[in-house]
């Protein structure tokens, strides 16, 4: 699976002008799932975005994780939010080829795998509505944007 995961101090995602999902300090999830991926995948990438230390600390030093943005055990948000231009190829010219991606049935079936873990997992999960046509709006913090691949890419 492939993310890119944005720290932010807002992030609000709307469909047809209605806001379907909406966060204050935390982090913007955008996630998909390619061919072959399975729960696993989801499962580790969950879990490293979790612990992920991107939060400063008390010093300003990027030291804590979503789960605890302020220091004091206060979560952050998760906006999650599929994505699955993440999976583009541009190798064979200027039109990007999303052959990478995961079938649709299968990338919804991970999509909301991943989101019931991370509401199994964290409290404060929001999301996007699969398939649709999203406007996201964020306010990214720092700029910090890590983006993640599970599993990772051989060197």
Known sequence: ?????????????????????????????????????????????????LKLRIFSDGQGKMNLSVQDVDGKGTPGGLLIVSQFTLAADVRGGNRPSFTGAAAPDDGRRLYEGFVAAARSQHGDVQTGIFAADMQVHLVNDGPVTIPLRMPPLQA
Request: aromatic letters at 0%; charged letters at 20%.
């Open 1 to 49: 699976m492939i993310s890119v995961v944005q720290r932010v101090s807002s992030a609000r995602v709307e469909v047809d002008g209605q806001v379907a999902g909406a966060i204050g300090p935390g982090l913007l999830v955008l996630v998909c799932a390619e061919q072959g991926d399975t729960q696993a995948e989801g499962d580790k990438l969950l879990a490293k975005i």
